[in-house]
C-alpha cells in the first residue's frame, strides 16, 4: 500500500499543497491516505509526519515529492529513512536529487542501502565521541556521563502511550522529557519494543 506525506513551510497561503498532492495521486497514492504539515522543515512538532510515520506498516512504501519535503535537516532525514527500513517500509521520492529512491527497484535498493549507511556512521561517531569524552573525564578525576534518558519505568510509559492509535509521538515525547527521534530509537508507533527497548526491559 502507497502512503504519502506532502508539506509546505508557510500556512499564510503563499505555497499550496496541491502540486504536490496531485503528484502523489498521479503516482497512485489514494487521496485518502496523503497526510501533510504546513510547517517549517526546521521545526519538531509536525503532526502531519508523527501520523504517517505511525500509521505506516510493514511493507508499506512511503511517498513523498522531494527529499526535502521529509526531513528536517540531514541527521533527521538519515534517522528517518532508517527507521523506514527497520520496520520494513519502502520509500519513493518523485522529484529532485532523490528521484531515483525508489525500493521496488535494484537502484532505489542501493540509495536505501546508503542511508542506512549514513546512520550507522552517524551511529559510530556519536559512540566515538562518547567514549573519548568519558576517557577524558576520567582522566581529571571524573566518572560517568550524562544521565541515561530512558529506563523500565519510562519505556513502559512510552509503550502505553504509543499503544493508543490517537497518541501523538511527539506529546508523548514531550510529557517524557526526550526527543521523538529518542523515543523512536526506543519504541515503534504502535507501542511494540524495538531491539533498544527490549535491552532495557532485560536490564542489558
Same mark, same amino acid.
Given at each position: 500500500m502507497l502512503v504519502g506525506y506532502v508539506r509546505v513551510s508557510k500556512s499564510d497561503g503563499s505555497q499550496t499543497l496541491a502540486p504536490q498532492r496531485d503528484a502523489l495521486i498521479a503516482a497512485g497514492v489514494e487521496s485518502s491516505r496523503i497526510y501533510e504539515d504546513l510547517a517549517s522543515g526546521?521545526?519538531?512538532?509536525?503532526?502531519?509526519?508523527?501520523?504517517?510515520?505511525?500509521?505506516?506498516?510493514?511493507?508499506?512504501?512511503?511517498?513523498?515529492?522531494?527529499?526535502?519535503?521529509?526531513?528536517?535537516?540531514?541527521?533527521?532525514?538519515?534517522?528517518?529513512?532508517?527507521?523506514?527500513?527497520?520496520?520494513?517500509?519502502?520509500?519513493?521520492?518523485?522529484?529532485?536529487?532523490?528521484?531515483?529512491?525508489?525500493? !521496488? !527497484?535494484?537502484?532505489?535498493?542501493?540509495?536505501f542501502g546508503i542511508f542506512a549507511a549514513l546512520a550507522e556512521f552517524e551511529r559510530e561517531l556519536i559512540a566515538e565521541r562518547t567514549h573519548a569524552g568519558l576517557a577524558a573525564a576520567r582522566a581529571r578525576g571524573?566518572?560517568?556521563?550524562?544521565?541515561?534518558?530512558?529506563?523500565?519505568?519510562?519505556?513502559?510509559?512510552?509503550? !502505553?502511550?504509543?499503544?493508543?492509535?490517537?497518541?501523538?509521538?511527539?506529546?508523548?515525547?514531550?510529557?517524557?522529557n526526550i526527543t521523538t527521534t529518542t523515543l523512536y530509537m526506543y519504541v515503534n508507533g504502535d507501542g511494540s519494543l524495538k531491539q533498544a527497548g527490549q535491552d532495557i526491559m532485560r536490564g542489558a
Open positions: 526546521c521545526k519538531d512538532d509536525r503532526p502531519g509526519l508523527q501520523a504517517c510515520l505511525k500509521a505506516l506498516q510493514p511493507s508499506n512504501t512511503l511517498v513523498v515529492w522531494k527529499l526535502d519535503r521529509l526531513g528536517r535537516n540531514l541527521k533527521h532525514l538519515v534517522t528517518t529513512v532508517d527507521e523506514l527500513r527497520t520496520r520494513n517500509i519502502g520509500l519513493k521520492v518523485l522529484a529532485g536529487a532523490g528521484a531515483q529512491i525508489d525500493t !521496488t !527497484t535494484a537502484n532505489g535498493r542501493l540509495f571524573r566518572q560517568g556521563g550524562r544521565p541515561r534518558k530512558m529506563n523500565r519505568p519510562t519505556i513502559m510509559m512510552a509503550m !502505553t502511550a504509543m499503544a493508543d492509535p490517537k497518541a501523538n509521538a511527539a506529546e508523548v515525547a514531550r510529557r517524557l
